[in-house]
């Protein structure tokens, strides 16, 4: 019986930090477009770097919810 609960325990603790992961990372993607945009508004340069990285951070997570969906959808396995 104790078994089940550490295994619970086990996926609750792993959820949580995957969530806390993919809020962080979305959070630097919303301050890359925010960096670009000022960039941009001062006129020193066009905010390519900050796009890049709001796109990889926006990607990054994208992943995670989808990899999430395809394992807790059990028809695409």
């Known amino acids: 019986m104790d078994i089940k609960w550490d ?3 086990q996926v609750f603790v792993v959820s949580l930090a995957v969530s806390v ?11 890359a477009i925010a960096a670009r945009q000022s ?8 905010g390519a770097g900050g796009l890049a990285a709001a796109v990889l951070c926006f990607t990054a ?9 395809y394992l807790i959808v059990p028809q695409f396995h």
Do not use: K
């Open 7 to 9: 295994a619970l325990g």
């Open 21 to 31: 992961v993919v809020v962080a990372v979305f959070s630097l993607g919303a301050l």
């Open 61 to 69: 997570c994208a992943a995670v919810v989808l990899y999430g969906i």
């Open 39 to 46: 960039a941009q508004e001062r006129g020193s340069g066009t």
